[in-house]
C-alpha cells in the first residue's frame, strides 16, 4: 500500500476544493438518473452519472458501486443513456456493457464515471473518433507535468468516493468497486490504497 501510494504521486491540495455538485435528475425505470460534477483539485472538473434505486433514501441507505469505463466507453453508456457526442464509436454490446444499468436493478446505487481524456472528458471531437488519442494525449502532458495516467484517474475516483461516504443514503460501509477493461487498473489500485 506505501510502495501503490507512492508510485502513484498524488498531488498535494491546499485549496479546499468545492464540493460535488449536481446538474440535474430525472426520473428512470426503478432508478432515479442524476448528473454531477466533481471538482477534485484546482482547474479539474470530472463529470458523472448516479443511479439511485427506488426506495434508497437516507432511512434505507443503498449498496453502491463506483463504476469505471473501459477505454473509450462513456458513462452514458454504462447507464444506457444516448451518447453527448454523435462521434462516440460505436458500441459492439451496448446492453452488455450497461454495467451502471444492471447495479442500479440489483438495488445498488451505482456511479458511472469515465477514464479521463475518455468521452465527456475527451479533448475536443476528433479525439473522441479516435479510440484512446484523448488519453494518449493527456497521459503525455501528464508526464511532462511530473505525473501519471493512473494516479490522476485514482486520485479523482477516490475524491468521489470520500464525498459518497458523506452522503445519508449511501451505506459507507458498503461501497464497491467495479471496472471494464480500462477501467479496472483504477479499481484493482482503489482496493489496495482503501483499507
Known sequence: RERLTALMD????????????????EPRDGYQLEKWEAYPEPGSVVPFLMLIPDGVD?????????CFTGSGQTKELMSGEPELN?????????????MAVWYAKAGFVAVAIENPGAGELADGPDLIASLGRGREKLATE???????????????????????????FVDADRIAVSGHSLGTEPAMVMAVLDE
Open 86 to 98: 454523435a462521434q462516440q464509436p460505436e458500441n459492439k454490446h451496448p446492453i452488455r456493457n450497461q
Open 142 to 168: 501528464l508526464v511532462l507535468l511530473g505525473r501519471n495516467y493512473v494516479g490522476f484517474s485514482v486520485f479523482q475516483k477516490q475524491h468521489i468516493l470520500h464525498w459518497l461516504r458523506t452522503l445519508d
Open 10 to 25: 498524488f498531488p498535494e491540495i491546499k485549496v479546499p476544493q468545492p464540493e460535488p455538485k449536481k446538474l440535474w435528475s
Open 58 to 66: 437516507h432511512a434505507n441507505p443503498g449498496r453502491t458501486v463506483m
